[in-house]
């Protein structure tokens, strides 16, 4: 495995993030994990340098290995930053994963946030914002859980062409918890689900939706589902004008 660690001060207690800064011109991905082997990380700011590229450039990628949803590569994070992709944040292929995202800040990336097509996540008190099109993409995947997570200001970017709701669950997902979490200020929908064809099942409790459906008023509601099982319950909801 690898692993990076920044530093708390000494005499302060603050935090201390070493920045990977990817170079300009790279116009790849900043990390790229190929292995079965894990990436840990703590305090780490990952900054992906989107003014300094010009082609595809994910902050993060796990590849897909060999064989479905076999045990592979994966990261555990806590307290980090990945932020300011051209492409993605995390972009994650289909493998059965088993990653921790604890304490972590996805932030202004170009495209995607967290584009999960991954197995087995737990992820908590982490925030995913101000991405272009979707703050969470996840298709293919099964037992994913976010608690206590915060999303918000989805569709930043004007010229990208795909769906800007802050939480897009696709046709593949199996099953899929978003529980305790806020999730506000999406350009479309909070969470628009497509029709399962994977036979979904979703857990969708206790949320915060607020001024969802930036784009148009009215026009986007919190929560979109396409055919698939789900127990919504205990989701509050506020912004006059916008559809529950």
């Known amino acids: 495995r690898t692993m990076f660690a920044g530093l708390n001060g000494e005499k302060s207690g603050a935090t201390v993030r070493p920045r990977l800064f990817l170079k300009s011109g790279t116009n790849a991905d900043g990390i790229t994990i190929t292995t079965t082997g894990s990436l840990y990380a703590e305090r780490i700011d990952f900054w992906g340098n989107k003014a300094g590229q010009s082609a595809a450039s994910n902050v993060i990628t796990l590849t897909e290995q060999s064989g479905a949803y076999v045990g592979a590569n994966s990261l555990f994070f806590t307290d980090c930053i990945i932020r300011n992709g051209y492409t993605n944040g995390i972009n994650c292929n289909k493998n059965r994963n088993g990653g921790l995202l604890d304490n972590c800040f996805i932030l202004e990336n170009d495209e995607i946030g967290f584009n999960l097509l991954g197995l087995d996540w737990y992820c908590v008190t982490t925030q995913f914002g101000l991405s272009g099109g979707n703050n969470l993409y996840t298709d293919f995947g099964a037992s994913n859980d976010f608690v206590c997570c915060d999303f918000y200001f989805s569709g930043k970017?004007?010229?990208?062409?795909?769906?800007?709701?802050?939480?897009?669950v696709g046709a593949n997902v199996n099953t899929l918890t978003i529980s305790a979490c806020q999730i506000n200020n999406g350009y479309h929908h909070g969470i628009e689900c497509a029709e399962s064809i994977a036979g979904g099942q979703y857990v969708f409790t206790s949320n915060q939706f607020g001024a969802n459906g930036v784009a148009t008023a009215n026009t986007y509601s919190h929560i979109k589902m396409g055919f698939a099982r789900a127990a919504i319950k205990g989701n509050i909801h506020w912004n006059v004008g916008q559809k529950p």
Request: charge should be positive; avoid cysteine; charged fraction near 10%.
């Open 157 to 168: 970017n004007a010229s990208y062409g795909g769906n800007k709701s802050n939480i897009y």
